[in-house]
């Protein structure tokens, strides 16, 4: 299952579907999160895809990372990792959190430009080599356009070179 837990993100991309800023005016409570959890795991699902915008900027997404861990599912995230911090990562491990997808869409430039706010590959790639200092065997995702594609090769031998174990286009 894959959740948009908020709208609310700190990078500007110009490919964003969701049209991802501030987070909605009645985006569920933590109350609400934790029942959906509830309810997902009665159901048997097995994995849970946290996304946002960005869905590490709500004040409570460890504990609904916990929540869902808690309840046997697998958690992940999604993320263009701006913001986050070898020390934010650890505590999501140690909640639960068990895999993690950085967006490297082409080299600096390209990336930079794609996503809205200068300096946003360097810190991807840090969050990469982040997840993997905190045990997390990271992964990276990438958006293919015509600005990206001529760059896929580069974008393959960089994240490898940092750490990524998995690659999704």
Not at 60 to 67: P, Q, S
Not at 135 to 156: C, D, M, W, Y
């Amino acid at each position: 299952m894959v959740w948009e837990l908020t709208l609310a993100c700190n990078l500007r991309c110009s490919h964003c579907g969701s049209r991802a800023a501030a987070p909605r005016r009645n985006e569920l409570s933590t109350h609400e999160c934790l029942d959906i959890v509830r309810q997902l795991a009665e159901l048997g699902t097995r994995e849970v895809s946290l996304i946002g915008g960005e869905a590490y900027l709500r004040r409570d997404w460890l504990t609904i990372v916990k929540a869902i861990a808690d309840a046997g599912m697998h958690c992940g995230l999604q993320t263009g990792g701006r913001a986050l911090t070898e020390e934010r990562l650890r505590a999501a491990v140690d909640a639960g959190l068990q895999t993690i997808g950085v967006s490297i869409d082409g080299p600096a430039r390209v990336h930079d430009e794609l996503r809205g706010v200068p300096g946003s590959y360097d810190r991807a790639l840090a969050v990469v080599r982040f997840a993997q200092r905190v045990g997390l065997r990271p992964g990276v995702n990438t958006q293919i356009n015509a600005r990206s594609k001529p760059h896929l090769t580069e974008v393959f031998d960089t994240i490898a070179q940092n750490g990524a174990r998995f690659w999704q286009v």
